[in-house]
């Protein structure tokens, strides 16, 4: 009898460590991957800033840096292409460039626009939007000695949210 009941005392109690053991292994493998989402979540709220929405028609005018390039105005219209990235359509009056197709990269309130246009001219602007999301002040540069319209010019200036 004592070998009887050794064997049915061990047998639910190997059976109950079992799952206990199965049940724990769950729990614990959904307990991290529920914990790490919801840690993740609040981590990147805390170390990714969300980025501005730039969509839409910004214009503007920039001053160059050197006192005989006059300066000129641009507007551009950023909405996402196919693939869900970025791009502005850009109209301008300027003496080194005509309409430049613009690549948008957009970090937290950081903006960057940069692209050249059908002769080779190209144009990059870096800028800041502002915390209403409305004005982004930027510095920009060009180099329109691809056309022999222009060489390099740099300067200053904002685009204002329609």
Request: aromatic residues 4%; negative net charge; hydrophobic residues 35%.
């Amino acid at each position: 009898m004592n070998s009887e009941t050794f064997s049915f005392h061990v047998l639910p109690l190997s059976v109950l460590l079992l799952m206990a053991m199965m049940g724990s292994a769950s729990v614990y493998a959904a307990s991290p991957a529920g914990n790490q989402s919801k840690q993740d979540t609040s981590a990147a709220g805390t170390t990714q800033q969300t980025a501005t929405d730039v969509r839409g028609t910004w214009s503007g005018t920039f001053f160059s840096k050197h006192s005989n390039v006059a300066p000129f105005t641009m507007t551009v219209v950023i909405n996402p292409d196919s693939r869900g990235h970025l791009i502005g359509t850009s109209s301008l009056n300027s003496d080194c460039l005509k309409g430049v197709q613009l690549e948008v990269t957009v970090t937290g309130s950081q903006v960057v626009l940069a692209g050249s246009d059908e002769e080779g001219d190209s144009m990059t602007v870096r800028g800041t939007v502002d915390k209403t999301g409305t004005l982004l002040k930027a510095n920009y540069i060009l180099n329109g000695s691809a056309s022999g319209r222009c060489e390099t010019d740099d300067g200053t200036g904002s685009l204002a949210k329609r």
